[in-house]
């Protein structure tokens, strides 16, 4: 280590214990405020490895002026004003990946290769409070949601478009148009007048597959399957209000969503359907790993009714996604209504605030 000098080291340890402390605050949001493991876990381990990198300069402290600091009074308009938990640990997020910056230029005065350290920490920084923030707006946005219906033709019983009013009568909190064969004009037309009726009934509209038809149409979103566009893609494409959801089947699959940061994650087959026949059935106790490991917000799909939608509830409280069993029924709204009663009592998420 070169020969440390007095005004570098004084300002790595202001941005040392900065970087700290803003840690702490998202650590502390995502253990308490979302119940999160996955990003609780990793933003502690940034904390520790920030001190160790920073170990070896073990005359840093006595570098520290606290009475003699001429910022120590200065206040930015708004430094008091929090309007939520949420806001606390993203302003946190913002002095984390600045302090950060910080440590990592001065460092290169002191010891070049703690330069080069430091930025190593900086990106990993950006990836959890990337994260951090995602999670908490998919919580606001989608964690009221309970029943989710799919819309597909050939499966209702009546006219496709009374069948989605029956459903929302019923309760659905989401729609789905999900038609894999009609030419794009007709299924934006389509679209655009579920959208409409949704927001009639304060409800979401999600297309499937399609951010293009999402984004012509006025969705509120786009659902995509393993084999369609990444989540990082339809973000370039969709506005930031849209919300993404994506299709997960095995643990490995959950990783990767939960790395992309959807608004939310499905996660099926929980039981054997007619609907959309799989070779492997991923069943409750998949939904019960997925959300030990992540609070974005989590949607049951394949298979379910209101006969085994108990089994998958105490797997996880979660927003339970259906189609047979509500559009292909005699009474479309008697039958949504029933599963969202049965689902009524569960909270799947808070609203992110903490």
Not at 206 to 211: G, M, S
Request: net charge negative.
């Amino acid at each position: 280590m070169s020969k440390p000098q007095h005004v570098p080291l004084r300002i790595i340890d202001a941005n040392f214990n900065r970087a700290r402390e803003a840690l702490r605050v998202m650590e502390e949001y995502a253990r308490f405020g979302l119940d999160d493991a996955g990003l609780s876990g990793p933003l502690k381990g940034l904390r520790h490895e920030l001190s160790g990198a920073l170990a070896p300069i073990t005359e840093l402290i006595s570098h520290r002026e606290i009475v003699g600091d001429v910022g120590r009074e200065v206040r930015a308009d708004g430094e008091y004003e929090r309007a939520d938990a949420a806001h606390v640990a993203t302003a946190a997020g913002k002095r984390l990946t600045e302090a950060l910056r910080s440590i990592e230029e001065y460092g290169k005065i002191v010891d070049p290769p703690l330069g080069a350290a430091v930025e190593a920490l900086r990106y990993r920084a950006y990836e959890l409070e990337r994260r951090l923030v995602l999670t908490t707006r998919a919580r606001q946005r989608f964690g009221h949601a309970r029943l989710y219906v799919l819309i597909t033709e050939s499966l209702c019983r009546g006219d496709w478009f009374e069948t989605a009013a029956a459903a929302l009568r019923g309760g659905a909190d989401v729609l789905q148009l999900r038609e894999k064969d009609l030419p794009d004009r007709e299924l934006i037309e389509r679209a655009a007048r579920l959208a409409a009726l949704c927001r009639e009934h304060e409800a979401l509209m999600i297309v499937n597959d399609r951010p293009d038809i999402a984004l012509a149409s006025g969705a509120d979103g786009v659902h995509l399957g393993q084999d369609d566009m990444s989540v990082a893609a339809a973000r370039r494409i969709l506005p930031s209000t849209a919300i993404i959801g994506v299709s997960t089947h095995t643990s490995e699959q959950i990783t990767q969503a939960v790395d992309a940061s959807p608004d939310y994650i499905a996660v099926g087959p929980m039981f054997d359907t007619a609907t959309k026949p799989q070779e492997h059935i991923a069943g409750p106790t998949l939904l019960a790993g997925a959300k030990k490991r992540t609070s974005i917000p989590l949607v049951a799909i394949g298979g379910i009714d209101d006969q085994n939608v108990s089994r998958v509830l105490a797997a996880s409280p979660c927003c339970v996604c259906v189609c047979a069993a509500v559009v292909a029924q005699a009474d479309v709204e008697s039958a949504a209504r029933r599963l969202r009663d049965l689902t009524a009592g569960t909270q799947p998420l808070t609203n992110g605030s903490g």
